[in-house]
């Protein structure tokens, strides 16, 4: 929308290209076509230009040093003006968006312009619709976040892994893009059997198994155009042995997927987790450095810290169950541990007061299966919505957000009428003072006064990203479930720190503390359970049809929709 008092050819514009992509593999041509578009539209119009920045970087998150520069340029008056090839190139989130915002309210910025004629100028509809357009952009890239989400969970259940095919198979070409199945690639899935094979005799070592497999066996990684062809890396061998993929099976999103069963397998899952077993240092006798799902998580109520014990044990042949660790041979049939059939490697993990335990004060310890018991009641009870119930808050949450950019936008119109209302009240102050209609202290006493009757136009809050907090709750209570059900460590981790999940361990009681937004939602559930017992959010279904909500959800919703 164009504003007649502004002549737009006189101010300072700093051009601003972005692409999405880190990789330069990626829309390699992107930023030279929207820099040369940009140019034949400063060219045509004679405008100044004082700055070019380019940069490949997303815009989904905040963080990017062209964004900054440019920021900058703007707040040191330097630049009054942006040339974009569209809006959505700006920001796709919502912080940074508010920084744009933020400097058309103070007239820092004064226009925003692209080659399409869409521009923007600091007068309020324009805020709005600048501030509409890059909130929905930040909504279109969620969208396409999910899809490719989709897509990946969609060919891991079809039996996938997404990206590039494991050592040993390779991508099937002559598949659509995103959705190529696998093929065995002959030479490196024999190899890869021969390397399996020796390692589970026992007699070789990480290092000498890697040093075998270059020089004897000649392992080489798939020449690709850039990449490949060459030995693989000494890293690259654990990884090897470790990978599920190849006992048929592997995780996505902190789930399980088996393998689609035309692959063939390499190992059983039991020689997996012997595998997995062996590569532990056995030299070493402690077990604390082992990592575990709640290590570092649980407290004290008084803060002291709570430590793990890990014990690592086998089943012999012989039914005969003994740690491991240091040792070689069954201490009852005197079997050696890598000729034993059918052995079955345990794991168990403990949790303790470790302040008590050096100080000698009586303790008890908490298996790790009884945290987990306790972690996945609370979860099924509060934390596991249904895909209904996920679609309906992500709906309202961004019919809040979009409240919010409305409210924003009338409070910034009035902060412009009460900075011109201080501005003009303190010119007044000056005129009397200057005619001497009072003295230098009552001068200061009534400017005083005024600065702090007009202390809300100085106020400039830090923007918070609530919004995009909020869409991750909710995307985090459509599979946490299946992730602290799952096998992988890392992801049980990640998900516990995402929800700010804090436990307690009295050696009698477990408690769950979490961060305050997951505690806002966990008192919103019991409001609603206390109007309806019978309203479980995992199972719950918002609408029958188009309109109709279901009875069981209409008893909860207006207790739901402010929580």
Not at 323 to 333: F, G, H, M, T, V
Not at 514 to 528: C, H, P, Q, S, W
Not at 539 to 554: D, I, Q, R, S
């Amino acid at each position: 929308m164009k504003n007649t008092n502004l002549d737009t050819s006189k101010l300072n514009y700093v051009v601003y290209c972005r692409k999405s992509s880190e990789n330069e593999d990626k829309q390699i041509q992107s930023l030279e076509t929207q820099l040369r578009e940009i140019t034949d539209h400063v060219e045509r119009n004679g405008l100044n230009v004082v700055e070019i920045i380019q940069e490949s970087k997303s815009a989904f998150k905040t963080g990017r040093e062209g964004f900054e520069k440019m920021v900058k340029l703007i707040s040191s008056k330097k630049a009054n003006a942006i040339i974009v090839v569209r809006a959505n190139r700006i920001s796709r989130n919502p912080v940074d968006a508010g920084r744009i915002i933020e400097l058309l309210d103070e007239k820092k910025l004064l226009y925003i312009r692209t080659p399409n004629s869409t521009c923007f100028t600091g007068s309020s509809t324009d805020k709005m619709m600048i501030a509409l357009e890059l909130i929905f952009s930040k909504k279109d890239s969620d969208d396409k976040g999910d899809m490719v989400k989709e897509g990946q969970r969609t060919k891991a259940l079809n039996g996938y892994p997404h990206g590039l095919a494991a050592l040993g198979f390779l991508n099937d070409k002559s598949g659509d893009k995103g959705n190529r199945k696998w093929l065995v690639d002959d030479v490196r899935f024999g190899l890869l059997k021969i390397i399996f094979k020796k390692f589970l005799t026992g007699l070789y070592s990480g290092g000498s198994m890697y040093k075998y497999a270059v020089e004897e066996l000649k392992l080489t990684t798939v020449k690709r155009k850039k990449i490949g062809g060459g030995p693989i890396m000494p890293s690259r061998i654990n990884y090897i042995l470790k990978d599920p993929i190849y006992a048929g099976f592997f995780y996505y999103d902190g789930e399980r997927y088996e393998l689609d069963k035309s692959l063939p397998r390499i190992i059983t899952e039991e020689q997996h987790n012997k595998i997995k077993n062996m590569l532990l240092d056995r030299r070493t006798p402690k077990t604390d450095s082992y990592e575990t799902t709640y290590s570092g998580k649980i407290s004290s109520p008084e803060g002291d810290f709570i430590g793990q014990d890990v014990k690592f044990q086998v089943i012999c042949d012989c039914k005969h169950k003994f740690s491991y660790l240091n040792k070689e041979r069954c201490p009852k049939c005197d079997i050696k541990i890598e000729k034993m059939k059918n052995p079955k490697y345990l794991r168990y993990a403990y949790y303790y007061n470790v302040k008590k335990k050096k100080s000698h004060i009586p303790y008890k310890s908490i298996q790790e299966t009884k945290v987990d018991e306790k972690m996945s009641g609370y979860i099924d009870e509060y934390l596991q919505f249904s895909d209904e119930l996920a679609s309906w808050s992500k709906k309202h949450i961004l019919e809040m957000k979009q409240n919010e950019l409305s409210e924003k936008l009338v409070k910034s119109k009035n902060k412009e009428i009460r900075k011109e209302e201080y501005e003009e009240k303190r010119s007044r102050l000056r005129d009397m003072l200057r005619d001497g209609k009072f003295t230098d202290s009552e001068y200061n006493q009534d400017v005083k006064r005024l600065e702090n009757e007009y202390s809300d136009i100085k106020e400039n809050k830090e923007a918070i990203d609530w919004y995009s907090k909020l869409v991750e709750i909710v995307d985090i209570t459509k599979k946490i479930s299946r992730i602290m059900e799952g096998e992988d460590i890392e992801a049980k981790r990640n998900i516990i720190s995402k929800i700010g999940s804090n436990l307690t361990w009295d050696d009698e009681n477990l408690n769950i503390y979490n961060d305050i937004t997951i505690e806002k939602l966990v008192e919103g559930i019991k409001r609603a359970k206390q109007i309806n017992p019978e309203f479980e959010p995992r199972n719950c279904v918002v609408y029958k049809g188009p309109k109709e909500k279901t009875e069981l959800f209409n008893s909860v919703f207006s207790t739901m929709l402010p929580g």
